[in-house]
């Protein structure tokens, strides 16, 4: 055991003994009186501290002429859950807390699980038309069991509060991915939901996109006959077809940093040319494209076209409209 | 008694933020019809509103934006003509303003975002919260019933790179009731609502995380009509199957409509003290509601909801558990809502 998770032992020992004694204050006759109870406060933070298993109380009900069968209230801490996290020291404790009754009121603090404190009390039936004292025993044990239980919540509530953080950042992620990731038309939504099959289970928010396929993907950018005119041209417009490409996706959720890059086949309409064919890059809405007009019958065969976003015209012109304009006033002095 | 705090998630339709403002209004009027309620009933629980139609909405206005670029260019004509069948899609019309969210959350990414969205605001309320003792409900409707099933395994489930370790082991909703619920109708293959889905009462599946399970459905709703959710289990098990049939309102499917009914709102009423509405005033308030149709509201007559429902038997029907036939199913949901609406 680190360090860290033994500190963490500790803590909620702490907290474990704390909070019952706030109870026992709040009803001292009633919980002193009964068998049990006080003792399960102590063997519940030293075991939980140092052994991992603790016995709230063990006793047989009151004599067999009332009915009453077994109480037993027993609980253990199986194991601690998960690991401490890089270095904020938090430790996922979780606990289960279970009452199990026979006919008489079942309370459930916690839902059982295989891997965390279970303490149940059974009790027995309460014989027709007579009190069970059980039914006191067991009242009191619950108060100690509903303490460990704020405990036990106020101990992880940090810890949930952090991964309801990271399930914030992630949402965030995903609603990046619809809106400022790559824009996928509704058919190319079908063929990657049909390429892409979620595994079995309920896992589904926690499978981001890693990489997608581009599919007759129709766009709209600027086209230019020549490297050149990438920096000193808005060109003219032109229509894009993907027919076939990928995209591959990078996301660092606690940074939230997000990015995405591809590459697809290109053909590009302009008006008054004959299409011209070639390949497209692109790096989140920036992309450049270069095509070859082929087309037999036209004066442009062989000649090249490239493509780009207004986005990476307008990262890549401002800089030289800069130095276009220090070149104006140089002059002008 | 312990604090009750209830979520509340919408299904189809225009739905921004601050929907809910009209549900819990509705629920406080209903509740001023009986006498043993004590005060309005939004001042005894905390209802937390969850809101994901943004997603959507930001789906479709990204499409609308690029068909416009498309069918903008005059080099290649038909290209318009290509997409005009997405064109006006975030112009309010009703197919995708409706059947729209529908066939954005059976695709892949646009659910995962959504459901990603509503895990997140449900996880932010449930860790928030300091009393251990606090009890959670879910109120969902339409295809937020289905959309509160991709929810609730997701939150259940650990994604240990994240740093969430799933719900605490021992967490359970008190009440889930699932208003017109399309659970199955709009499940995934990988997670069925009656076999796989942890969102069932824990009496009847272990892994369970509600104690109750409400599934309500009204009889002529058309949402819930199509592979309609079904559980052989019994009441003892925290199951509780509601057909019910009463017209207030021509849009039997709405929310505020399935509320009217006091087999829905009863529960609701019941959630911060049982003596709010004592259970043989439970029985009789929906007992009234059984039987005959039972209509107020829009209708007047009882020859107007005969008309009403005559209108609507008109349209054909397809086979609702054919599940190839989807399109079909959501033509006829479509249509129907159309009718309604």
């Known amino acids: 055991m680190t360090v860290q998770a033994k500190a963490s032992c500790w803590i909620t020992a702490a907290l474990l003994c704390a909070v019952p004694m706030s109870v026992a204050a709040q009803a001292p006759d009633r919980c002193s009186a009964l068998a049990g109870v006080s003792d399960a406060r102590g063997v519940v933070c030293r075991v939980v501290a140092e052994e991992r298993t603790f016995i709230l109380a063990q006793q047989k009900s009151p004599p067999a002429a009332n009915s009453c069968a077994l109480v037993r209230t027993h609980g253990r801490l199986e194991r601690l859950l998960g690991e401490v996290v890089g270095g904020t020291g938090v430790l996922p404790v979780y606990f289960t807390v279970r009452t199990v009754g026979g006919d008489g009121e079942r309370r459930e603090l916690f839902a059982d699980e295989p891997d965390a404190v279970v303490v149940d009390v059974e009790e027995g039936t309460s014989p027709p038309g007579g009190a069970c004292v059980a039914g006191e025993q067991r009242d009191a044990v619950l108060q100690v069991v509903a303490a460990v239980g704020r405990a036990v919540h106020g101990y992880n509530q940090p810890f949930l509060q952090q991964g309801a953080g990271q399930l914030r950042k992630l949402a965030n992620t995903w609603s990046w991915v619809i809106s400022d990731g790559f824009g996928q038309y509704p058919w190319e939504r079908f063929l990657n939901d049909v390429v892409h099959r979620n595994p079995p289970g309920p896992g589904i928010i926690e499978h981001l996109p890693r990489y997608e396929w581009v599919l007759l993907h129709p766009s709209v950018a600027l086209a230019m006959s020549g490297l050149k005119e990438l920096r000193t041209s808005r060109g003219q417009t032109a229509f894009l077809i993907e027919p076939l490409g990928f995209i591959r996706y990078r996301f660092n959720i606690d940074a939230e940093t997000r990015a995405y890059w591809g590459a697809s086949a290109l053909v590009v309409a302009t008006e008054n040319q004959p299409p011209a064919i070639g390949a497209l890059l692109r790096f989140n809405k920036y992309s450049f494209g270069v095509a070859r007009h082929l087309s037999d019958n036209s004066a442009a065969r062989g000649r090249w076209t490239i493509t780009a976003t207004v986005e990476l015209l307008e990262r890549l012109q401002p800089p030289r409209k800069g130095v276009r304009e220090a070149g104006e006033k140089a002059g002008a002095r | ?341």
């Open chain 2, 1 to 341: 008694m312990p604090r009750q705090v209830v979520f509340l998630v919408h299904g189809i339709g225009d739905n921004r933020k601050g929907w809910s403002k009209s549900v819990v209004e509705y629920l406080d009027d209903v509740g001023e019809r009986y006498s043993t309620v004590e005060g309005p009933i939004s001042d005894s629980i905390v209802f937390k509103e969850i809101a994901y139609g943004e997603v959507f909405d930001t789906q479709l206005a990204r499409w609308d934006a690029d068909v416009d670029a498309v069918a903008a260019n005059g080099i290649v004509p038909q290209a318009k003509d290509a997409v005009a069948w997405m064109d006006g899609i975030t112009e309010g019309g009703f197919v995708w303003t409706h059947i729209g969210d529908v066939v954005l959350f059976l695709s892949r990414t646009t659910r995962a975002a959504a459901v990603s969205e509503v895990v997140a605001q449900m996880a932010k309320a449930i860790a928030d919260e300091g009393d251990p003792e606090t009890e959670f409900s879910i109120i969902a409707h339409s295809m937020g019933t289905a959309m509160t099933m991709e929810a609730v395994n997701a939150l259940a489930t650990p994604i240990p790179a994240l740093g969430w370790t799933g719900l605490p082991p021992a967490f359970r909703f008190r009440e889930v009731m699932m208003l017109s619920n399309t659970s199955r109708f709009l499940q995934r293959p990988d997670l069925r609502a009656d076999t796989e889905s942890r969102l069932l009462p824990k009496k009847f599946r272990a892994t369970g995380l509600c104690s109750t399970y409400r599934h309500i459905y009204h009889q002529r709703d058309p949402v819930s009509w199509v592979r309609r959710f079904s559980l052989a289990a019994s009441p003892d098990t925290g199951y509780v199957a509601a057909p019910i049939e009463h017209y207030y309102d021509r849009n039997i499917h709405a929310f505020t409509h399935y509320l009217e009914h006091p087999a829905v709102h009863g529960a609701v009423l019941r959630l911060p003290r049982a003596a709010n509405l004592p259970l043989p005033a439970w029985r009789k308030a929906t007992d009234e509601y059984g039987g005959a149709r039972k209509f107020g509201g829009a209708f007047v007559k009882p020859s107007e909801v005969d008309s009403f429902v005559g209108d609507l038997d008109q349209t054909v029907k397809p086979d609702p558990e054919r599940e190839i036939d989807l399109v079909g199913q959501l033509k006829y949901v479509a249509e129907l809502l159309r009718k309604m609406v």
